[in-house]
């Protein structure tokens, strides 16, 4: 592409009607079933829709067991705790992640220890991990982050050798597969989100996978007040959850219906977007200045909450990420930075004494991840080639005339 006057500084936008698919996906079989729901009366506690859900999701990932939950924070939270970690205990997990994944370390009174991530998948840093372990390690979370795997290999490697809990924060991970084996299968435990914006979505909501039958009853009993899956309402049993302080974490058969049918499109969504995601790569593949965050070494498919950018090349580094951002935003392309290390978030707000930043610290995290990544949300994977086609020639064009940008803000 020629060189072109930028939108931002009076151009010609590439698109003026460049739209997004919109997200979460409605259709009328799911509608049908939330009006059945709501005239059954049957809205919660351990409800068809849900003990379908559960089984279907723990299936799919071919484990043993599902229990789903409120969201994908108590599911961290819950996983932690089914594995008795506490107060004093430290967990490892990325400095780059949503903070739910420290905070849900935190509401046990365990220490989160941020440890950086790798410059490339932008996921937990084994080498890191090493050096972060001390006697008070408790568990390691790594977080398969917007379009990326953490490397399990060497993950869990080092959780066997230091006899460590493996909790897969699968957030940003519907369906993915590592080597042969979909990702939330490998960990003691998987994690999964279904808020709003993820890749599969009920609103709110989250399960946790397991083949271990010993956690799936305490992951039961945490979120369900203490109930066992085979008791019924009303039945209690003296003495058994006496080391677990349960909560009251259910979620609703309307979650779960919203989530059947999007389970059985799975599949094809992941295909569609890793299409696309591959469309867009060998688009902007010999682009200078642009890099993409590398899927994970065993990724086999990828799965996709985000595709993510990263400007760390010449003349594009010199340009300050908000400035881009508008670049890119004028041309007719809305997209986000990533959410930057956890500990300088602005709604991070524990005291220095409630979490540890790694020796190694963490500049990847800071410095990359913070000030020169973009995401471009799952959804617009889901659009048709044409949209494709528009989102490169955007971005195209502004790499391409970056040097404009540097010579005006940087
Ligand atoms: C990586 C990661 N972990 C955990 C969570 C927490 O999930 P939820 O919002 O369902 O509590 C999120 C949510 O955005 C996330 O992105």
């Not at 597969?177 to 599969?200: L, N, T």
């Not at 400035?323 to 890119?328: E, N």
């Not at 935003?329 to 540890?356: C, D, M």
Request: net charge neutral.
């Amino acid at each position: 592409m020629s060189e072109q006057k930028l939108a931002l500084m009076g151009g010609k936008p590439v698109s003026e009607s460049l739209v997004c698919p919109q997200w979460p996906p409605v259709e009328e079989a799911t509608s049908q079933k939330l009006v059945d729901i709501y005239w059954s009366r049957q809205w919660s506690f351990n409800g068809l829709y849900e003990r379908n859900f559960a089984y279907n999701f723990a299936t799919f990932h071919d484990v043993k067991y599902g229990v789903f939950m409120t969201n994908g924070t108590v599911t961290l939270q819950c996983a932690l705790a089914a594995y008795g970690i506490g107060k004093g205990d430290e967990v490892i997990v990325p400095a780059l992640t949503w903070l739910a994944t420290a905070m849900a370390v935190s509401y046990l009174g365990a220490i989160p220890v941020f440890v950086d991530i790798e410059p490339t998948t932008l996921c937990l840093d084994p080498k890191k991990v090493k050096l972060a372990i001390t006697d008070k390690t408790r568990a390691i979370i790594p977080v398969h982050l917007y379009g990326s795997m953490a490397d399990l290999d060497a993950i869990l490697d080092i959780a066997q050798h230091h006899n460590l809990v493996v909790i897969e924060d699968c957030a940003h991970t519907h369906g993915g597969r590592w080597r042969d084996r979909r990702v939330g299968s490998w960990g003691d435990v998987g994690s999964f989100s279904f808020q709003q914006s993820k890749v599969m979505a009920s609103g709110e909501g989250g399960i946790c996978i397991t083949n271990n039958a010993e956690t799936a009853e305490r992951l039961f009993r945490l979120k369900h007040i203490g109930y066992a899956s085979y008791m019924s309402k009303g039945q209690t049993i003296s003495g058994s959850t006496s080391e677990l302080t349960c909560y009251n974490f259910r979620a609703t058969e309307f979650q779960a219906a919203i989530l059947e049918n999007q389970l059985l499109g799975l599949e094809q969504r992941l295909a569609t977007y890793n299409q696309n995601a591959a469309r867009l790569k060998s688009h902007l593949a010999d682009v200078p200045g642009v890099r993409m965050q590398v899927q994970g070494k065993a990724a086999n498919p990828q799965s996709y909450y985000a595709l993510v950018l990263i400007f760390d090349e010449e003349p594009l580094v010199r340009v300050p990420l908000k400035i881009l951002l508008k670049a890119i935003a004028a041309e007719g392309l809305h997209i986000n930075p990533t959410y930057g290390a956890v500990y300088q978030h602005i709604l991070f707000n524990l005291p220095k004494t409630k979490y540890r930043v790694a020796e190694t610290l963490c500049p990847v995290a800071e410095e990359l991840a913070t000030k020169h990544c973009a995401t471009i949300a799952h959804q617009w994977l889901g659009a048709d080639e044409q949209t494709i086609n528009i989102i490169s020639d955007i971005l195209i064009k502004v790499i391409v005339n970056a040097e404009a940008l540097v010579y005006k803000y940087a």
